[in-house]
């Protein structure tokens, strides 16, 4: 116990200026405090923010191009191809995409590459998959910012292109008729955290409201708010309402494939969280991307009736599960080579790699190893000669950063900060890895590896009452930007003998000042052996609700506990 850095943030006077002003309790002031929201008219947007105060789409540089091309396609009858990506993200701006086009009479096809046979991005030989659309205009969805070549061919062949992404551009920008990308510095767009689904989100609000149809905008925020959670982006500002108001739509979905997903999620028919999002929508049409089947979810979200689409939802169920197994092995395996080199005290940065491995699901792994060793890991599935790497990383280690300037070992790589991937001759790995290794030496610091938990504030038992958790409900959605509130409880007692469940969960009831919670450690049964009745413990924790046989239940999601001083 107690193995994590605890990290109390300051108590602020603003947060006193908040709680009074807008008639918050204390603890929930201090968390706004602690996001970054400090006055009146930052908070009250936070807490009560509605759709009215979306951006006005043609902030960003290149909508009004994008727009009048776009028009001219539907009004002439062109055939317009977009391009995506296989994650989530790229799957369902396809889909709302082609959704508003078709409805301004577009003719839309898609293409989204192979994970496995094509890689990421947009390739300059796909100019043929435009020829056999004889597709006259070419938009890209979430990808495309580099893809210089691609462009310049396909203006050979006399067919426009229309760029949308978010991702980092690269040292010159396609020539294209209209670039999207709020990351862009001469963008103007005031939200630069936009998902890639946000981008296509802004272009088609600015489409339908040309069109007088501003009232279908918000019925896009269902899928809109999946792929902006599933893209792990941060949830503030625009982020924010699409999540806050998508979530809160998918409470009543007429889309028969996406009810279908709900369905074989076991969600259907009650309130959708980011939770719900990120471990049991978001991964099953994943899992169709990750192995190589990306025109699974496509064909699931624009068939028409329950009937055909229930069969390929639990085809994504299916796959799901596969891509489960296969994580499993992986996992394994290299949790296997770590501990017997002794990796995790050699290296401040794990970079693995094996010819078993499934490139489609590495990017999975790579995260639960990060959140297990607290430092930067990139995996690499090799096949063929080549390595195909993704990587996650650390708060304090923008890996990005890191191939940026290590390029010169790669074939391709893109990202962001925190996710990469990438791709290199498989001769010249060992040279990389000695560079890495050599770069990231006093970059990366000891505190750096060391688990933290950030503490929004210290609370006692007695507070958490009504007031105060619909003060910490409007708080929500909770994700990259707005993370789950950390509380600290000093001094609870322990009330009845520790209980372990299932082998491997701690259960404990906590008793201060007359109320009592139960808090559950998961996977920390190894904390049972040196607790006892009556001890008295500071326990830090997340609020988790529950439902069990129709009651709601709150207990304390334990993060780390410690003997009372």
Known sequence: MNKSVWIPQPVSEEADFLAENLGLPLPVARI???????????????????LNELYDPY???????????????????????????YDVDGILSVVILTRALESLGANVKQFIPDRLRDGYGIKPE????????EATLVISVDCGIKAVDFVRKAREIGTDVIITDHHQPGPELPDAVAVLNPVLEDSGYPDRNLAGIGVVFKLVQALLEGAGRSSQVPHYLKLVSIGTVADVVRLRDENRLFVKFGLKALSDVRNPGLKSLLSVSRIDGREVGVGDVGFRIGPRIN??????RADLPLQLFTCESEEKCLPLARELDRMNGERQAVEKRILDQALKLIEERSLDSRFKLLILGSEDWHRGVIG?????????FNRPVLLFACSDGRAYGSGRSIREFPLIDCLEDHQSYLLNYGGHPMAVGCEMECARMADFKQAVNAYVEDRILPEHMKRKLRIDTTIRFPEIDAP???GLERLSPFGLGNPRPIFLTEGAEIVDEPRVLQKKHLKILLRQEGRVFEALGWSRSEWAASLKSGDRLDVVYFL???EYMGERRLSLNLADIRPSS
């Open 32 to 50: 706004l405090v602690n996001r970054e929201v400090r006055d009146l008219e930052s908070a009250r947007r936070f807490l009560y923010g509605t």
């Open 59 to 85: 902030r960003m540089k290149g909508m009004n191009d994008a727009v009048r091309r776009l028009r001219r396609a539907a009004a002439e009858k062109e055939n317009v191809l977009i391009f995506g990506d």
């Open 126 to 133: 796909y100019t043929r998959t435009v020829t056999e659309n």
């Open 287 to 292: 899992a169709a991307g990750r192995l190589g």
């Open 364 to 372: 999975i792994v790579a995260s639960k190893l990060k959140d297990r």
């Open 468 to 470: 105060f958790l619909e």
């Open 544 to 546: 988790q609700r529950s």
